[in-house]
């Protein structure tokens, strides 16, 4: 099992920037990816960004340019450098783990985007 704790989120004027953080833990034998996603009210969860074991980064168009993810893998972690804030970036982030098949979601972290 592997478990996943988020960390970062807040409240930040648009403009500003928030940086997310993740760390696994638990019984890890291969990760073959990491993301964010979030969750706005009213509406999907979607994928914000994603590291892959190749080393590949994809984003959403809505972020690109303005968030930048990156990966510890020494500590099992991976961050979410949010920069030039948004209100429409307002949601809940969720930190993502694809390992053995199978898929590891973090409880979430609230990011409020104000304007």
């Known amino acids: 099992q592997l478990q996943l704790v988020e960390s970062g989120g807040g409240l930040v004027q648009a403009g500003g920037s928030l940086r997310l953080s993740c760390s696994a833990s638990?019984?890890?034998?291969?990760?073959?990816?990491m993301a964010w996603y979030r969750q706005a009210p009213g509406k999907q969860r979607e994928l914000v960004a994603r590291?892959?074991?190749?080393?590949?980064?994809n984003y959403a168009d809505s972020v690109k340019g303005r968030f930048t993810i990156s990966r510890d893998y020494v500590k099992n972690a991976v961050y979410l450098q949010m920069s030039s804030l948004k209100p429409e970036d307002t949601a809940v982030y969720y930190c993502?783990?694809?390992?053995?098949?199978?898929?590891?979601w973090g409880q979430g972290t609230q990011v409020t985007v104000s304007s």
């Open positions: 993502n783990v694809l390992s053995e098949g199978d898929d590891y």
């Open positions: 590291f892959i074991t190749n080393g590949a980064r």
């Open positions: 638990g019984t890890i034998f291969s990760i073959n990816s």
